[in-house]
């Protein structure tokens, strides 16, 4: 089993950043992939970026040259790096860690609250 922890969200104005931060239990480096979806209310879940075991990143165009995904594998941990924010992704972010081969093996943090807000 794997134990994700969110931290970084908060209350930020549009144009402003945060640093997303998702602590893994264990050393998930060479198993699974790492993503960060979010949620805005009366929405479903999206993916907005992901970050593979070797490195490669993805992310969707609405994040695109705003946001970026990363790990530090020596601290089994994932960063999203959300600058330029927008009101539009204001949500609720979520940590996943993905099995790469054993796709069922799926996991989610708590999730933290990002509002951006004039």
């Known amino acids: 089993q794997v134990q994700l922890v969110e931290s970084g969200g908060g209350l930020v104005q549009p144009g402003g950043s945060l640093r997303l931060s998702c602590a893994a239990s264990?050393?998930?480096?060479?198993?699974?992939?790492m993503s960060w979806y979010r949620q805005a209310p009366g929405k479903q879940r999206e993916l907005v970026a992901a970050?593979?075991?070797?490195?490669?990143?993805n992310s969707v165009d609405s994040v695109k040259g705003r946001f970026t995904i990363s790990r530090d594998n020596a601290k089994n941990t994932v960063y999203l790096q959300m600058n330029n924010l927008k009101p539009e992704d204001t949500a609720v972010y979520y940590c996943?860690?993905?099995?790469?081969?054993?796709?069922?093996?799926?996991?989610w943090g708590q999730g933290t609250q990002v509002t951006v807000s004039s």
């Open positions: 264990r050393s998930i480096s060479s198993t699974y992939t």
């Open positions: 970050v593979t075991t070797s490195g490669t990143t």
């Open positions: 996943n860690a993905q099995h790469v081969v054993l796709r069922g093996l799926t996991y």
